[in-house]
């Protein structure tokens, strides 16, 4: 069944952002995925996140590859640019548009089938390049457009909805990340909107691959009991590591969080930010001890939600590479193919 277009009237009172547009001008088509679903929560929050940071629509680049994830792109911010790669092969497109045109901010939605089986190879090294883009795992542990069969993130002891047992050890993207260099790390769960907005509003503007681990739960094939991405489950294991938001680059706002409840503290737009200290020891720069700590809380059944580890000293794969600071697209076709002639000097170079 093919996505239908949303009506286009607005209601007056819908707030506007800084380019006077409301949330209605980041939506797209109309879901066509289960009632139910966490992947349109999280389209909703990619929504919201959008509206809020001001990023003008035809500044977006979506990406995807295949599955019900991949259906994603379709249902924000129309007036984007989108390309729907093969399975898996998402990070190879998003980083050859990224090298062509570096203004853009892109989006890639994948799955944990779409990556983490026949597009691992391509993850882990999309991750290493640290190509600027926010990548956004919805991870509901099943292949939901082929009838449930468990996917590579389920966990152990994980049943499906017929009673069969997974008996193969996840993988776990946040971990993995972790283990080849990622420099932004994120977990959160479809239905907290509430702690997914600010860590996908991060990922938009961190200088490097933001790494978004969303537990999303399938609500025909994985929302059952014995299911370890179910809501309830979910619900249940949470803990969120840090409750923070996300605040744009301006003037330094100083305050002293309280290690005891919640300290309340003023942003620049008025609007009012609610801090409370992390755990005892987390320190969301220190790689090893983030993934110690998170062994530590998943053999407890925990699972631990929020930004887990951040590193801005890292460069990109422009900064790595040196690129001209000009978008590719912009570069004259003369300078960009010079012609043959040029090309025999080149080629001598390396005889």
Not at 166 to 172: G, K, L, T, W
Not at 253 to 269: K, L, R, Y
């Amino acid at each position: 069944m093919p996505s239908i277009s949303k009506p286009i009237a607005a209601h007056p009172s819908l707030q506007q952002n800084s380019l006077g547009m409301t949330v209605r001008d980041y939506e797209g088509a109309m879901s066509t995925l289960c009632a139910g679903c966490g992947h349109d929560s999280i389209t909703a929050a990619l929504i919201r996140a959008l509206w809020e940071l001001s990023i003008q629509p035809h500044l977006i680049a979506k990406m995807s590859g295949i599955g019900c994830s991949s259906k994603t792109p379709t249902y924000f911010a129309s007036g984007a640019h989108g390309f729907n790669s093969v399975h898996g092969r998402m990070p190879a497109v998003a980083t050859g548009a990224n090298a062509a045109n570096r203004e853009l901010y892109y989006v890639g939605i994948s799955g944990d089938g779409d990556s983490l089986s026949i597009g691992l190879g391509q993850m882990g090294h999309i991750i290493r390049r640290n190509v600027r883009m926010l990548y956004v795992i919805e991870n509901n542990g099943v292949y939901g457009l082929t009838k449930g069969q468990f996917s590579a993130s389920a966990d152990v002891g994980s049943k499906l909805k017929k009673g069969e047992t997974n008996q193969m050890s996840p993988i776990d993207p946040v971990m993995l990340g972790l283990s080849i260099g990622a420099t932004f790390v994120a977990r959160s769960f479809s239905g907290d909107k509430e702690q997914l907005v600010p860590i996908l509003k991060a990922g938009l503007k961190h200088r490097g691959l933001a790494l978004v681990d969303v537990i999303s739960p399938c609500v025909t094939f994985n929302d059952h009991e014995g299911s370890t991405k179910s809501y309830l489950y979910t619900r249940k294991h949470e803990q969120q590591v840090a409750q923070a938001d996300f605040v744009p680059p301006a003037q330094e706002i100083s305050a002293h969080i309280s290690e005891e409840g919640v300290t309340v503290v003023p942003m620049h737009d008025g609007s009012l930010v609610r801090f409370s200290s992390v755990p005892a020891g987390y320190d969301p720069t220190d790689r090893a001890k983030v993934f110690t700590y998170l062994q530590e809380h998943q053999a407890k059944g925990v699972i631990p939600t929020g930004l887990l580890y951040l590193d801005e000293s890292i460069p990109d794969m422009h900064e790595m590479n040196h690129t001209a600071e000009t978008p590719l697209v912009k570069v004259p076709f003369e300078n960009l193919c010079p012609g043959s002639k040029e090309l025999e000097k080149l080629m001598d170079d390396f005889r």
